[in-house]
């Protein structure tokens, strides 16, 4: 029997990387066996090109250049970490995936949607989620989360204006509305126990 991948989506301080470490927990309570990872990154490969992709100034690389080392980390992490894990029978709970790529290089970096998936089906045969929870929030309210968290300051990303946020959500938007059976919205406000309750009830046909 092989398992499920699930990803976890959205801008950032909405809190991906707090309910997969959740999601995970509530999981493993079910008896299921989970293997946490995250992108960029996600095998040795993937986390050297990661260190590329997040380090350094906000104009580091072009749109069609940061999509390019996205698909090869990405390409890495499904053939060394995410299918061996699936293979096994694990569920892979991820932090960010594709969908992440085509929001941010993709529909507001301006190199396409279509252009990343075919990016992805070179690079990785054009495997999907089992399912994707995508966390929203109002974009003032993931800023203050992200202000509070970020001690030593933002990466690349983060660091880019609240417009470019504001873009980012709009874009996750379109391509939940585009996807429903495959990507499920799932409201990123209240406490974290609340949302981990939300993000499990979504999987409750899965499980
Ligand atoms: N439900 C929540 N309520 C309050 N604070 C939260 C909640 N979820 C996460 N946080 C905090 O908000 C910040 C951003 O969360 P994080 O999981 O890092 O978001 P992301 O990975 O989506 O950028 C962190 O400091 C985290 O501890
Ligand atoms: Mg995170």
């Given at each position: 029997?092989?398992?499920?991948?699930?990803?976890l989506?959205?801008?950032?301080?909405?809190?991906?990387?707090?309910?997969?470490?959740?999601?995970?927990?509530?999981?493993?309570?079910r008896?299921?066996?989970?293997?946490?990872?995250?992108e960029p990154?996600g095998?040795?490969?993937?986390?050297a090109?990661r260190?590329l992709?997040?380090?350094?100034?906000?104009?580091?690389?072009?749109?069609?250049?940061?999509?390019?080392?996205?698909?090869?980390?990405r390409?890495d992490?499904?053939a060394?970490?995410?299918?061996?894990?699936?293979?096994?029978?694990?569920?892979?709970?991820?932090d960010?995936?594709l969908?992440?790529?085509?929001?941010?290089q993709?529909?507001v970096?301006?190199v396409?949607?279509?252009a990343?998936?075919?990016?992805h089906?070179?690079?990785s045969?054009g495997?999907?989620p089992?399912?994707t929870?995508?966390?929203?929030?109002?974009?003032?309210?993931a800023?203050e989360r992200?202000?509070?968290?970020?001690?030593?300051?933002?990466?690349?990303?983060?660091?880019?204006?609240?417009?470019y946020?504001?873009?980012?959500?709009?874009a996750?938007?379109?391509?939940?509305?585009?996807?429903?059976?495959?990507?499920?919205?799932?409201?990123?406000a209240?406490?974290a126990?609340?949302?981990?309750g939300?993000?499990?009830a979504?999987?409750?046909d899965?499980?």
């Amino acid at each position: 029997m092989t398992g499920r991948f699930i990803t976890l989506e959205g801008g950032e301080g909405v809190g991906k990387s707090t309910q997969a470490k959740a999601l995970a927990a509530a999981l493993r309570a079910r008896g299921v066996e989970v293997v946490e990872t995250r992108e960029p990154g996600g095998s040795p490969g993937a986390e050297a090109i990661r260190q590329l992709l997040l380090q350094g100034a906000v104009d580091r690389w072009s749109a069609e250049a940061e999509a390019l080392l996205f698909a090869a980390a990405r390409s890495d992490h499904v053939a060394r970490t995410i299918r061996p894990a699936l293979d096994l029978g694990k569920w892979v709970v991820c932090d960010r995936f594709l969908d992440s790529s085509i929001a941010y290089q993709g529909i507001v970096g301006h190199v396409g949607a279509d252009a990343i998936r075919q990016l992805h089906e070179i690079g990785s045969g054009g495997f999907l989620p089992d399912r994707t929870l995508l966390l929203q929030m109002e974009g003032r309210a993931a800023a203050e989360r992200t202000r509070t968290r970020d001690t030593e300051g933002p990466d690349r990303f983060g660091a880019r204006d609240s417009a470019y946020h504001d873009r980012i959500g709009f874009a996750f938007e379109v391509l939940a509305d585009e996807d429903p059976t495959r990507i499920r919205k799932v409201d990123a406000a209240g406490t974290a126990a609340e949302v981990t309750g939300r993000l499990v009830a979504a999987l409750a046909d899965l499980l």
